[in-house]
């Protein structure tokens, strides 16, 4: 079955304990993405990849950190979380980034930061 | 950017009612995606319809992307079609970056 897996889906962490949030798809797809929904606020994107070792900065990448070493993985890494990083965080991935392909979201990680 | 607009903000619909979700977008769009967030959050691909009309047993959507305009129609609704309903459109017309996603239409049906 074609999917995005996350995990964990639900995390609760301290101040400044790092932490990683994987992702992964089965799908052979070059682009992936990370969001992260916050009430009022709507599907902010932390951080994208067009393809391997390709990473760029979404509109929210402060206190994240992303790599792309395998074409199927895209894991965020919080080094030193803090409380406003609570979130409800999403990875994305579609075929490419460079066409209108349709995306496909993994389930989420519900993070709590104390 | 693109600005995303959805109508109506919320609903509430008796099971077995008919429903018609709206989004309007600014900007000349080739990629929309309808998504349902459930009540645990997740984010559930509905349709992915640049153009057209495209139907998946009670859901179907249509796209008149000459207007900027997408509908999402629910029929029969049931208590499991609650939740959010977002539209989404890449922020770049022919890309597949970042979804700027509309503020969404919050469904509750109820027995």
């Known amino acids: 079955e074609a999917q995005v897996t996350q995990n964990p889906r639900y995390l609760i962490t301290v101040t400044g304990k790092k932490l990683t949030v994987t992702c992964s798809q089965n799908?052979?797809?070059?682009?992936m993405s990370w969001y992260r929904q916050d009430p009022g606020l709507g599907l902010r994107q932390i951080y994208y990849?067009?393809?391997?070792?390709?990473?760029d900065k979404g509109d929210v990448p402060e206190g994240y950190k992303v790599s792309r070493k395998e074409k199927r993985n895209f894991p965020l890494i919080l080094e030193s979380p803090s409380p406003n990083q609570t979130s409800l965080y999403f990875c994305?991935?579609?075929?490419?980034?460079?066409?209108?392909?349709?995306?496909?979201f993994g389930p989420g990680t519900r993070l709590t930061v104390t | 950017g693109i600005q995303v607009e959805q109508s109506p903000p919320d609903l509430i619909l008796q099971e077995g009612a008919n429903s018609t979700l709206r989004c309007n977008f600014s900007d000349s769009v080739n990629n929309l995606q309808w998504f349902h967030q459930n009540p645990w959050g997740q984010l559930i691909n509905l349709f992915y319809i640049p153009s057209g009309t495209k139907q998946n047993g009670r859901l179907s959507a249509t796209t008149v992307a000459t207007e900027r305009y997408s509908l999402l129609y629910i029929s029969s609704s049931q208590t499991t079609d609650s939740g959010v309903y977002f539209c989404a459109v890449p922020l770049t017309p022919g890309t597949a970056s970042k979804l700027t996603f509309g503020t969404g239409t919050r469904l509750q049906v109820t027995l």
């Open positions: 799908m052979n797809h070059e682009y």
């Open positions: 994305a991935s579609s075929l490419g980034g460079r066409a209108s392909y349709e995306q496909y």
């Open positions: 990849s067009m393809n391997v070792e390709v990473t």
